[in-house]
């Protein structure tokens, strides 16, 4: 049991932390409108360590100038709380908030073991809720069985290179060479550095990324489901950091850290449960190709390249693949639309990326970093031509560094774009 004296001090603190934050002026992002503040549905935020869920919850409660509790879990003076300890503080709320307190904000809440049922019991009682959580196990575990779809869920991500534009006050629409220059240099900042919104006025981001690994390795998965070998989950993490965007070997993996497949790919899941990583299927309809033919990915591209011997390659072509998949992450994850990789063949050329509308594909997305050398050009077309013609989609985008222009190949319309005029765009399919 925790010393009721103990949490009243923390939540207090809390308390006025948050006035402290309504002083700041935080950037807009677009999941605001994702939140349904009179609905009776619990406002589910999850998404990495530090991509801005608490602060994106704080914003939106204060725009909307409402009166809310906060308590925030991840503080090491509540690590020891249990769930007899959540109806003290619900008393300490009351004491500090007032009895008539209708808001309350749960900020990683994942963190104490049967925090569904007070959940649940605070929804029974008619309070809006707002939570938050570093672990997709929040969403697909407890939520799904506990909550029986009284919560509305909100992925968040790190900033979209739009958001770093916003939040370092670039200039998007100018078309003067100034500006557009300005824009370039912008895009290679966030290629190196992503878009953790608190790593952005932080001179040694090393240091700030090896220890969110770190918390995320040790918080969000060890103590989470039990983990002894922790440097085997260590080294798994790093390699797949290194390796994005290519098929993961899991045999190849288990051998090397002497390994089952089965835990291999328990890790792995664990990995992406903390979105850590991405990982994307095979567009197939046998099963087994959808469970091992399948690619990984970095959940921002700051953590590439800001790490301790970080030993990934300079392939450009590879970042901006990262880049592109967790920006349609943010367009479509939350409309319910699934996204694959996809190969006519074992030996032909894949297509990036397919958007699918339940399993019917509506968008196929090519990526290359330089189509100005004709080999490469002919490579990256005749795959949208060949998928196209198999898959019966006929919306074809390429994107690399290049002007937007459309081209027609055997009677089909490619689309292709400047890969950073797409990313500061409004969403279309």
């Given amino acids: 049991m925790t010393n009721e004296k103990i949490i009243l001090q923390v939540l207090t603190e809390q308390k006025e932390e948050v006035e402290i934050l309504k002083k700041r002026k935080l950037i807009s992002r677009k999941e605001e409108s994702l939140f349904e503040f009179d609905s009776s549905l619990a406002q589910v935020v999850i998404g990495v360590r530090r991509s801005g869920k608490s602060t994106l919850c704080h914003k939106i409660l204060n725009d909307k100038k409402i009166r809310y509790a906060y308590v925030n879990?991840?503080?090491?003076?509540?690590?020891?709380?249990?769930?007899?300890d959540l109806n003290t503080i619900l008393s300490c709320i009351y004491q500090i908030y007032g009895t008539d307190i209708s808001y309350i904000f749960l900020d990683e809440i994942q963190n104490v073991e049967g925090w569904y049922l007070f959940v649940n019991r605070l929804l029974r009682m008619n309070m809006h809720l707002f939570v938050t959580g570093s672990n997709a196990k929040l969403l697909s575990g407890e939520l799904a069985t506990h909550l029986t779809g009284r919560y509305n869920e909100i992925?968040?991500?790190p900033f979209s290179f739009k958001e770093y534009c916003q939040y370092h006050k670039i200039d998007t629409q100018g078309i003067t060479t100034k500006s557009i220059t300005t824009i370039k240099i912008a895009f290679n900042d966030y290629i190196t550095n992503g878009g953790f919104p608190e790593i952005q006025n932080i001179n040694n981001k090393?240091?700030?990324?090896?220890?969110?690994?770190?918390?995320?390795?040790?918080?969000?998965?060890?103590?989470?489901?039990?983990?002894?070998?922790i440097e085997a989950l260590r080294k798994i993490a790093h390699h797949l950091i290194n390796n994005n965007c290519q098929e993961i070997n899991y045999s190849s993996l288990s051998q090397l850290m002497n390994l089952t497949d089965k835990t291999v790919m328990k890790y792995i899941s664990y990995l992406e449960q903390a979105f850590l990583i991405k990982i994307i299927n095979k567009y197939t309809f046998k099963s087994r190709e959808r469970i091992f033919n399948t690619k990984s990915y970095?959940?921002?591209?700051?953590?590439?390249?800001?790490?301790?011997?970080?030993?990934?390659?300079?392939?450009?072509?590879?970042k901006l693949e990262n880049i592109v998949y967790i920006e349609l992450l943010r367009r479509y994850?939350?409309?319910?639309?699934?996204?694959?990789?996809?190969?006519?063949?074992?030996?032909?050329?894949?297509?990036?990326?397919?958007?699918?509308?339940k399993s019917v594909p509506v968008l196929l997305i090519q990526v290359a970093y330089d189509i100005d050398n004709h080999k490469t050009f002919k490579r990256e077309t005749s795959a949208l031509i060949a998928s196209?013609?198999?898959?019966?989609?006929?919306?074809?985008?390429?994107?690399?560094?290049?002007?937007?222009?459309?081209?027609?190949?055997?009677?089909?319309?490619?689309?292709?774009?400047?890969?950073?005029?797409?990313l500061l765009e409004s969403p279309e399919l």
């Fill in 155 to 157: 992925r968040l991500y």
């Fill in 333 to 357: 994850a939350n409309r319910y639309f699934d996204i694959y990789y996809y190969k006519t063949s074992s030996n032909s050329k894949e297509v990036d990326f397919v958007v699918c509308d």
């Fill in 206 to 229: 090393r240091i700030y990324i090896d220890s969110l690994i770190e918390a995320i390795l040790r918080k969000d998965i060890q103590k989470r489901f039990q983990i002894r070998n």
């Fill in 73 to 84: 879990f991840d503080d090491d003076r509540l690590a020891n709380i249990q769930t007899e």
């Fill in 388 to 422: 196209s013609d198999k898959l019966k989609c006929n919306n074809l985008l390429l994107l690399s560094y290049t002007e937007s222009n459309n081209i027609i190949i055997n009677e089909k319309t490619i689309k292709i774009k400047s890969i950073i005029e797409w």
């Fill in 298 to 318: 970095t959940i921002d591209p700051g953590l590439q390249s800001n790490r301790e011997n970080s030993l990934t390659t300079e392939n450009i072509g590879w």
